[in-house]
């Protein structure tokens, strides 16, 4: 259900990318790197390649962060992988290489919509060691979401034009950056587009829900980057903010997510979700009217 609209254009959908297999090649979605290291694939494509002077500086930050404290501790959180210098060298890449990032975060998406899922993989694997790093890097290294105090945390996400969601709980596969502070989002929307207010909701790998908290090498420290990749957890959109006008949509989505605990059968009643069921009543009314083509009467839900 979670869906309020019907949309003619399947390019004004917000896009939450594809999860990669990297290692299990009877997975469907197993990728083969096209390139033999993050090197070549940092330098291969004249489009978008860094120069090897911005390659080079970017790998002396990254060989610098390992020898720091940040990173030692970062050691610490994961006994099954090894923190290595590949995976902080991805992360600087995605946070400081603007136009490589925008290519690199491409090819989690189809593009156009319809693409053939043989093509996306094949762009895909143009980024295979890259990926890899930076998500084996969040989803062992990076802050819990089921710790004590993340887990109400509200994360902000600007997106550059408006764009419709088929549902608002939902997981990111691709690479997802939200800041803690909604005025960073606000500037990425362009003034045109639309931020959403995001939490974490459930999911089935708890112990690898994570996000990573970029600020602490980024190069944009104001930023307050907090990055999301793969898909583990799932998050909720709690509210959806339009920039052009202001106008927000927090009680359409608060009463869409209601909806679908019911459908669910995780819905807990609460003293202060009286108006919300209220607007359940309306949303689904116009559902059935638009579909059916005639008056339904009454409609009871909750009370």
């Not at 793969?230 to 709690?238: A, E, R, V």
């Not at 339009?242 to 989505?253: H, I, L, P, S």
Request: hydrophobic share 30%; charged share 25%.
């Amino acid at each position: 259900f979670n869906s309020a609209l019907t949309i003619e254009n399947k390019g004004d959908m917000y896009s939450f990318g594809e999860r990669f297999e990297y290692e299990h090649k009877d997975n469907e979605w197993h990728v083969t790197p096209q390139l033999n290291s993050i090197k070549e694939e940092l330098l291969y494509d004249e489009d978008y390649a860094l120069e090897l002077s911005e390659y080079n500086g970017e790998k002396k930050k990254a060989e610098d962060y390992m020898e720091t404290m940040k990173v030692r501790q970062l050691h610490n959180r994961s006994t099954s992988i090894q923190l290595t210098l590949s995976h902080i060298f991805a992360l600087l890449i995605y946070c400081n290489c603007d136009t490589f990032q925008r290519k690199w975060s491409e090819s989690f998406r189809r593009i156009p919509s319809n693409e053939d899922t043989k093509l996306l993989k094949q762009r895909h694997s143009y980024f295979y060691h890259l990926s890899l790093s930076l998500r084996t890097l969040v989803e062992y290294f990076g802050e819990s979401l089921i710790d004590e105090k993340h887990k109400n945390k509200s994360f902000y996400h600007g997106v550059s034009r408006i764009v419709y969601f088929m549902r608002t709980v939902t997981k990111f596969n691709g690479p997802l950056s939200t800041s803690e502070d909604p005025q960073v989002a606000l500037n990425f929307s362009n003034n045109n587009g639309i931020v959403l207010q995001l939490q974490y909701s459930f999911s089935t790998y708890p112990l690898r829900s994570r996000f990573f908290e970029c600020s602490l090498f980024s190069d944009y420290v104001n930023e307050r980057e907090c990055l999301f990749i793969g898909g583990i957890p799932i998050m909720i959109i709690t509210n959806i903010i339009n920039v052009t006008n202001g106008e927000q949509y927090g009680k359409y989505v608060k009463a869409l997510n209601i909806i679908n605990n019911i459908l669910n059968g995780t819905y807990t009643s609460s003293s202060d979700d009286n108006e919300s069921l209220k607007l359940c009543n309306e949303l689904l009314s116009h559902q059935l009217l638009r579909h059916s083509r005639r008056k339904v009467s009454h409609f009871s839900f909750g009370s």
